[in-house]
């Protein structure tokens, strides 16, 4: 898709993943600087969906139905993930926001092979 | 008294992690099997309708791993054990008969589209239910 911003967003994610793993090496539960980064990478993602929408009704993907709810699920899972992960104020909280962000990642991924537009 | 010790909840600490996965899970297996019934199910009837059943055994064992109440634990054994069951038993048939499977499910060569994953989690998940048990009273 757009190169720049899908990077961003394949970026920030991947360091929301490690820091999220970072904190439980640490042996520290999840605090406020984590939901930060939650926050700036759930922006990011929510810039790509807007965008993606936009795009997607101007062209033909062959799965364009696919398209749309990956869109949706890059997201919606972190935010979830990330509520689920403070109800653990161990370092497991960190590991589930880690999944959240990887699940993301491989959305986001998947959201570039799917955009094949045509027309 | 079963109160006095009561058995470690399998949705705490490390739990939590594996519920989160499980959950990431029964929501994308679920999706990909509506997309494709929907849109294209005559195209590879059995590997959708896998897909779907593998949907539902992952809310599942999601609920039954998030839960607490005693039948929780019993819906997650079950679960997870079909889930490894089927994992297996796709995974063997991909591999002996592909062309039986004209498109990929989950379980599909043991997992393979998804880094494996489907093959390690019901693993991961019987040894937590394993070593989550109530003590005997």
Not at chain 1, 64 to 91: D, H
Request: net charge positive; hydrophobic share 60%.
């Amino acid at each position: 898709m757009y190169d720049a911003l899908a990077l961003a967003t394949l970026v920030a994610t991947g360091a929301l993943a490690l820091f999220g793993l970072v904190l439980a090496a640490l042996n520290r539960a999840p605090g406020r600087e984590l939901k930060i980064a939650v926050g700036v990478v759930v922006a990011l993602l929510a810039a790509q969906a807007v965008l993606g929408v936009v795009r997607a009704f101007g062209v033909t993907l062959p799965e364009q139905s696919t398209f749309l709810i990956y869109l949706a699920v890059s997201v919606c899972v972190l935010p979830i993930a990330t509520q689920f992960a403070y109800a653990e104020p161990t370092r497991w909280g960190g590991v589930v926001v880690a999944v959240g962000a990887i699940a993301t990642l491989v959305a986001v991924l998947r959201l570039q092979g799917l955009w094949v537009p045509s027309g | 008294m079963a109160e006095a010790r009561t058995p470690r909840a399998t949705a705490t600490g490390a739990g939590r992690v594996l519920v989160a996965i499980y959950g990431i899970f029964a929501l994308s297996a679920t999706a990909r099997a509506a997309v494709q019934i929907a849109g294209r199910f005559g195209d590879a009837p059995l590997a959708y309708l896998l897909s779907a059943l593998a949907g539902v055994v992952y809310i599942l064992a999601t609920v039954g791993l998030a839960g607490t109440r005693p039948w929780a634990r019993t819906l997650a054994w079950a679960a997870v054990g079909f889930e490894l069951t089927g994992v297996l038993v796709v995974g063997t048939l991909t591999v002996l008969d592909a062309a039986a499977f004209p498109d990929d499910t989950v379980w599909s060569f043991y997992g393979r589209g998804y880094g494996f994953v489907p093959l390690v989690l019901p693993l991961v998940g019987l040894w937590w239910l394993h070593r989550t048990r109530p003590s005997p009273a």
